[in-house]
């Protein structure tokens, strides 16, 4: 009997040593429509790496095709066709959809929100992404973060905004939360999609507008026909973008590839984070040359915005209890992460912000 | 003619979509010795989760195995183990080895550095791991960014320092290139190993000593040994930890294990920013109920501090030609990030900060 045990147990470890050459790699092929066009190298070309990636980490085994806006459906259905599996996956931000649910913004960003490295903390160690799994799980969907572009500037303006009262009338393409947070303080918030932005600022349509920042933005043209250059983008400190999947198929991975897929968007992630750190600059750099005009929103601005983002969520969570508990929750981290912030972070940002300032002089 | 070419075209096509369940998936084993205690979750803990995520996302087919410090080698000698090939990999801090060559350090931090966003831009898109990349050949290891801890605290004080003169004389454990430019200020930089510096302390043998941040710290115990817990610690602002692997092992994995290393150490490095920056905050908000008083440097002592760290780099350089070429092409890069960054995410930083602080009173 206790031989009988010990053989098992040789048997049982002689296994577990086996060479496995044969591990399973079922072949799989997915599609990956996504909702940035493919002219933006950085939002689009984060989504392609996605595929790529997984199929190097899989030996070619797990296939996932990227599309760009229109080829499989339009740009803003991404969320509905993952959800109702026509495809298996897509790329796209939550707060394109808030009209659905409004807490679906929390996912992507708030204005006067968290930083990227708050927001990353947050949703990876801070229970966010448990806390918001319910509100895409509404949607017919799971998301993994999967990109980021970092704080986006506050746009092109034809005239300067010095005080509040600017903003009274103003003729702004801003979208979302953004734009009702602007409304409360007279600005006519007006949508536009991305290849009218540039003849409705030219003839005066509208009198500003914001897309991404120096690199995105150069390559639309807008130093030509606006001459201030606003930061910061408050209503987009951090948007973070979503590889939203349909559960089912999710569900049909093996492990090991819902592993691959997992790390294939932190890489996205902070991949996209580099590529806007790196080109941010150098387009900045160009702007700057060509003449644009740098400004920043007076503080005065800053806290008449704040104050009117506070009530719009007071307002949105007073009809909608899951809204009020997520945006509670998220924002006790945020106060928390700030304080901590200022402490270590920000006063070397600042001391050698001061620093690089006087070098340039 | 032209339907054989039709023909063989199908072919090509049946080939590629057929199944493939019995890709290689070769069984490696690796040991991974590193230079953090185990004691220290968050730096022990990435070197886990790094092996453990290996073997996740290959079935269990490659599996690597962390050793503590004394385990497989000392602490400080895991660069020198993987050049020599003794084990395949190691977990450590280039930094550790400066005394070999200093250009080692740029890979960890310099005094007066990067932020954690900008040297991961610098370093995978800004050409920083191909400059470093001769570095590390030179000691016989080739290196994955692999962890990064955001920016450290300035150490624990047991009397205010209040003005440059105040750093005369102070004896203070500090490592490094930061107790390099420390000491042109009259510091008496010293070094000891952790676990004799809170006696030391205690007992007045040093008067200050840095160690890494809030959570870290709070395990040793200096907030009840000194009262004065300054930020920031501008001589480490984002020190990143590497996976040193020796070339010969590398080699020899499949395309797709090195895609899967590669990964699991990007997810290693924002996990482990992710752990701290979701710890430090509690851990700094325990140690002010416990009495600890928060200082920040003055600009007079940063300032100060700043020039004497130019002068270090400065005479470095001066007799080793590729440390002056890395560190001209890093400040270059840096100085770019830190005017971007002033413009678009400190001014966000910076007002966020104000409303936290005014919402605390």
Redesign the interface.
Known sequence: MERRHLLAGSAAAAALAA?????????IRWRMPGSFPKSLDTLYGTQERICR?VG??????FQILPFGPGEVMPALSVMDGVGSGTVECGYTSAYYYLGKDPALSIATCLP?GM????L??WL???GGRALLADVYRDQGVMAIPAGNT????GGWFRREINTVGDLNGLKFRIAGHGGAVLQKLGVVAQQIPGPDLYPALERGVIDALEWV??YDDEKLGFQRVARFYY????WE?SPSIDLMIHPAAYEAL???YK??LE??C??A???M???Y??L???A??RLVAQGTQ?R?FS?DI?SAC?RAAQDLYAEIGSSNARFRRIHAEWDKYR???????????????????L???Q??R
């Open positions: 060479p496995n050459l044969a591990s399973a790699q079922p072949r990636r190097e980490m899989t030996d070619g085994a006067f930083s990227s490295r708050q990353w903390s990876q160690e801070g970092g704080a986006q500037m920042g120096p930061a910061p983008g408050w400190y093996p492990n090991h592993a691959i790390a294939a932190t890489e992630w902070h991949w984070m580099a590529r750190d790196h941010n600059p150098q900045l750099r740098l920043v503080r800053l704040y106060v928390e992460e700030v304080q901590w912030f200022r402490l270590a972070e920000d006063t070397q940002a600042n001391f050698l912000g620093m690089a300032q070098q340039q």
